[in-house]
């Protein structure tokens, strides 16, 4: 019992741990947001929040900001809105609404996905390369502005900009 336990620990503690950043030469894929029906009536948010930013050549000068683009798509892989792409250093947040009754002129859910991109860095001296991790979540409010659902648990998004 106790040696199921000591594994089920173990198991859950590899689970949550956050990946190490380090530099991988691949494009980052969009944080992996399943569909999600939005009704007229209702919002949908996805919300980003950059949870480190490092300078990976030179710890003396302090990490530019991350390029986060976020935006929604319908099931046709068609854009639904405008996005956005915004700046932001550590610990800032931005988030971005999608309102059911301005994307559907019908009574029937519209099928979403959120899309959650890291871009390649601001204009960085090659000297100074650096890598971004962003944590993403997804709302479904109802009518009244409360929350109805948290539709992802957190989702970890990383880009290293070296060479790019």
């Known amino acids: 019992m106790r040696t199921a336990s000591v594994a089920a620990i173990s198991a859950l503690s590899c689970a949550i741990a956050l990946p190490a950043l380090a530099f991988n030469p691949q494009p980052d894929p969009p944080a992996r947001i399943g569909s999600i029906s939005l ?29 986060v683009s976020l935006g929604f798509l319908d099931g046709g892989g068609r854009s639904l ?18 309102i059911g009754d301005e994307v559907s002129s019908t009574s029937s859910p519209l099928s979403v996905h959120p899309v959650v991109r890291l871009l390649p860095a601001v204009q960085r001296p090659s000297s100074n390369a650096q890598t971004c ?20 648990d957190p989702l970890l998004v990383t880009q290293d900009s070296a060479e790019q």
């Open 81 to 98: 809105g405008p996005g956005v792409v915004v700046l932001l250093r550590q610990a800032q947040s931005t988030r971005l609404d999608l």
């Open 39 to 67: 009704n007229p009536g209702q919002t949908l948010r996805v919300n980003a929040r950059v949870i480190k930013a490092v300078s990976l050549s030179n710890a003396d000068v302090p990490p530019g900001p991350c390029r």
């Open 133 to 152: 991790a962003v944590a993403v979540t997804v709302e479904l409010l109802g009518a009244n502005g409360h929350v109805r659902a948290i539709v992802a």
